[in-house]
């Protein structure tokens, strides 16, 4: 599948990193920041960081994804703020990402830091039926924890 991208400078004419596959078996590519400065996150604030591009996927079958870098969760708190940013098929604006700060320390995003991941998948839109009852399985209604810890 091919994936077009534009790359949209910052205020100043920086231009962002080509998103890229770290590994050959990479499911996310890596997105940089596209930063004038740096930007200070404090310890449980959000900041909107830019990533320089917009994207156009060729077919409605299809949306991209951005996902938390596991690393910068892990070590510095540093997540999505909307736990997941999905990017429609139609949108060509700049992919933008909510980061927030989770962790112990202020954290500072420099331009080319690796922020996130985008991930490509397949969607399907579904045809909605209202009905008075459900069918009938084993667990029902049970969630939140109803299979085990």
């Known amino acids: 599948m091919k994936l077009d991208i534009k790359f949209i400078?910052?205020?100043g004419g920086k231009v962002s990193a080509k998103p890229f596959y770290a590994t050959a078996g990479s499911a996310g590519m890596d997105l940089s920041a596209c930063l004038d400065e740096p930007v200070l996150i404090k310890k449980g604030e959000i900041k909107i960081i830019p990533t320089g591009i917009a994207i156009a996927l060729e077919d409605?079958?299809?949306a991209a994804f951005i996902y938390a870098r596991s690393g910068l969760a892990c070590k510095k708190g540093i997540c999505l703020a909307n736990?997941?940013?999905v990017i429609d098929s139609d949108y060509r604006g700049e992919l933008k990402c909510a980061l927030i700060n989770l962790g112990q320390e202020d954290f500072v995003v420099n331009h080319g830091d690796r922020i996130a991941q985008l991930v490509i998948s397949p969607v399907k839109q579904v045809?909605?039926?209202v009905c008075e009852d459900l069918d009938e399985?084993?667990?029902g209604s049970g969630?939140?924890?109803s299979t085990g810890v």
């Open 60 to 62: 409605s079958n299809y």
């Open 9 to 11: 400078p910052s205020n």
């Open 143 to 145: 969630g939140f924890g």
């Open 127 to 129: 045809e909605l039926s």
């Open 137 to 139: 399985t084993k667990r």
């Open 83 to 85: 736990s997941v940013g």
